[in-house]
């Protein structure tokens, strides 16, 4: 279902948004204590720089917004509808999965920040050079 060439791929794997060859990170486990930020400066593979200007990771504060309102009406929708937990409860549940999820939501804002700005160049996949 997932195939290299698509958006999707990109920003859930963390992979490099133009030839999708490589992770954009040092560590892929976003978990790894010290690790959430830490970003190759350039694809090893087709050479695109990731940090297209100072700060521009910055942007993708914006995206996590939309990826956190996202997480918090799946769990909304999973406890309060489907389970049919109390207010208070879901309240919790959407609080506890923010905390726990948040390198992943970092992560993910992250990536599809980039790919908004770069899209996928298969010429790139298969060349060594940009
Ligand atoms: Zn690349």
Request: some cysteine.
């Amino acid at each position: 279902m997932l195939k290299k060439g698509n958006k999707l791929y990109s920003i859930l794997t963390g992979s490099c948004p133009k030839c999708q060859q490589e992770s954009m990170y040092v560590s892929k486990n976003p978990y790894k204590p010290g690790h959430l930020f830490r970003m190759h400066e350039r694809c090893g593979h087709c050479n695109t720089k990731y940090k297209i200007e100072p700060s521009f990771f910055y942007g993708a504060m914006y995206v996590s917004y939309g990826v956190g309102i996202a997480f918090a009406v799946a769990v909304f929708v999973i406890a309060k509808l489907l389970i049919g937990t109390s207010l208070i409860n879901t309240f919790i549940a959407i609080v506890a999965t923010m905390v726990v999820f948040m390198p992943v939501i970092i992560r993910l804002s992250r990536n599809i920040w980039i790919n908004i700005f770069m899209k996928y160049d298969p010429k790139a996949a298969v060349t060594n050079k940009a």
